[in-house]
């Protein structure tokens, strides 16, 4: 990984499109003079084609400071995500980014425009989780990962999701200037001042479909109410009245799943729901929903989800409707 030591002009490409979100990101974290708060001062250039305001995504539009030619001489350069992510990239901007030797981060879906440039060739890269797969035929040459915030590989960045290039932006900063520097800033935002870039996304769950088969069916609505019991996959079976080698098949067919799969993930699912809504201690959150210790809690949510109990706790506490 590379340092930057000098990391004091921040360019934004502007383009039709560009998602609002990922340039407010940007211009918050290096736009507003924190001086006070013992932030060194940056540069933010506004870089569109033609020096031309450019339509935003979903409202609004953005003036330019600056037109393509003042990319160069940036020591960080900024790509916001898309509201079209697959539109396609002009041969100049094309050329602005493969002709830079800045620093080059895309926000979300920005990481399409830095795989038309080939930037991505080679190098670790990363998108919103709902467009990984667009990445992978996007990009097939880069090494597009489902499970991070962001990718810092050799001078390239990119993000997953609005709040992962928030992440992504402070990482910057910390690797400029520091720390001190980068908590500063975070806490003016109001936010956590550092997430692990390997931290996995907070991918929204998929909704269960309930089986259709009447016997599974029952049985899945009885596990479901029983979670906290030491039920297991024998115990399913014998609801079901068919034998464990039967009911394994039809359960597969069924839901997608295998029935031991099945029962764990609805346990981590009901852990989160607790997490999110009650005040319970993570033992007793394991207790409730038949995890057992807190110990495997904290095995089993770091495996589904990337994170500790605590830490996701403090990141989906629903706050109280009280006072």
């Avoid at 620093?103 to 979300?108: D, K, S, V, Y």
Wanted: with cysteine; aromatic share 4%.
């Amino acid at each position: 990984m590379r340092y930057f030591p000098a990391m004091r002009v921040v360019g934004v490409l502007v383009l039709p499109g560009s998602r609002m979100f990922d340039i407010s990101v940007a211009t918050e974290v290096w736009g507003i003079d924190r001086s006070d708060s013992g932030v060194p001062e940056f540069e933010v250039r506004l870089c569109s084609p033609g020096k031309t305001a450019q339509p935003l995504s979903p409202v609004g539009r953005m003036p330019a400071t600056h037109g393509l030619a003042g990319l160069k001489g940036c020591d960080v350069v900024i790509v916001p995500g898309n509201g079209t992510p697959l539109a396609p990239a002009t041969p100049a901007v094309v050329r602005a980014l493969r002709s830079s030797e800045a620093t080059i981060a895309g926000l979300c879906s920005g990481s399409f425009l830095l795989a038309a440039a080939g930037l991505l060739d080679g190098r670790e890269a990363t998108t919103h989780w709902r467009l990984i797969d667009d990445l992978r035929q996007a990009a097939p040459k880069a090494k597009v990962r489902r499970d991070v915030l962001f990718t810092h590989d050799n001078g390239v960045l990119t993000s997953a999701g609005v709040l992962g290039g928030a992440d992504l932006c402070l990482h910057l900063v910390r690797q400029a200037h520091g720390a001190t520097v980068a908590a500063a800033i975070a806490r003016r935002m109001v936010m956590q001042p550092a997430r692990a870039g390997d931290q996995r996304q907070f991918v929204e769950p998929a909704m269960p479909t309930r089986p259709t088969r009447s016997g599974i069916a029952s049985t899945v609505d009885w596990a479901v109410s029983r979670l906290a019991d030491p039920i297991g996959v024998g115990d399913l079976a014998e609801h079901s009245g068919l034998s464990e080698r039967t009911f394994h098949r039809s359960f597969a067919a069924a839901t997608g799943s295998t029935p031991g799969r099945w029962l764990q993930r609805q346990r981590v699912l009901l852990a989160q729901r607790l997490l999110e809504t009650t005040d319970l201690s993570v033992e007793r959150v394991a207790e409730r929903s038949g995890l057992g210790t807190s110990a495997n809690l904290r095995r089993r949510l770091r495996a589904e989800v990337g994170v500790s109990p605590d830490s996701y706790r403090r990141t989906f506490r629903v706050p109280s409707q009280h006072g």
